[in-house]
């Protein structure tokens, strides 16, 4: 099992650009989580999806839209890029309480 | 999780000493609590998690206690190694919820 696997490992955007970050994962889990991670600060969830078709806002959902487009699959777009999004983006899922992560992904908007 | 009172952000720690890290979480209603251990570049990785209706649980080399009258975490490591060197976090969760709230975390450098 390859378990939480997320693309592209690095990007940089330009301010107002646009791009999608994905996420998926093989351990038929019902829940799956986007967070951000900035320097000095733990993890702040940005959306939740607590079972396929479902989606909610989590404590920092503002310049972020997702979408679960199946029991793997949760995508995370950005629709038009800020400096203040630059950040380390990790992706997770859980069956229960016990959340697995994937490596991240590391966004620099100039 | 929040970082108040006996949390320190950074803890160096002598390689095969016992490590200490501590961690106040804010909601009283909390009943999960789960450690993470984060190393550099890479995702956060269980550790090892406990529930409100224990004190203390052990893993290997680790160790959680759980003090609910003041809101108080603690993970205990065993003859550190320096492998341990990480950032650690921990997490608690309400009942029917399954988000976790995060701490600011623990970075733990251990010297040889």
């Known amino acids: 099992n390859a378990g939480v696997t997320q693309t592209p490992k690095f990007q940089v955007l330009k301010t107002g650009q646009s791009m999608t970050l994905q996420c998926a994962q093989d351990?038929?889990?019902?829940?799956m989580y986007w967070y951000r991670q900035d320097p000095g600060m733990g993890l702040r969830l940005i959306y939740y999806?607590?079972?396929?078709?479902?989606?909610d806002k989590g404590e920092v959902p503002n310049g972020y839209n997702v979408s679960r487009l199946n029991k793997r699959e949760f995508s995370l777009r950005l629709e038009s890029a800020a400096p203040s999004q630059t950040s380390v983006y990790f992706c997770a899922s859980s069956r229960n309480y016990e959340q697995y992560f994937g490596p991240g992904t590391r966004l620099t908007v100039t | 999780g929040e970082s108040v009172g006996l949390h320190l952000p950074t803890l160096s720690v002598q390689e095969g000493d016992n490590s200490i890290i501590n961690c106040a979480y804010s909601n009283s209603a909390s009943d999960y609590f789960i450690w993470y251990k984060q190393e550099s570049g890479k995702g956060p990785q269980f550790i090892i998690d406990?529930?409100?209706?224990?004190d203390k649980r052990q893993g290997q080399r680790v160790t959680v206690l759980l003090n609910k009258t003041v809101k108080h975490l603690s993970l205990q490591i065993a003859a550190t190694q320096p492998g341990d060197s990480a950032v650690y976090f921990c997490?608690?969760?309400?009942?029917?919820?399954?988000?976790?709230?995060f701490g600011a975390g623990t970075t733990v450098t251990v010297r040889a």
């Open positions: 351990m038929n889990h019902n829940s």
């Open positions: 999806s607590a079972s396929e078709g479902t989606t």
């Open positions: 406990i529930r409100s209706n224990m």
């Open positions: 997490a608690e969760n309400l009942p029917n919820d399954y988000k976790l709230s």
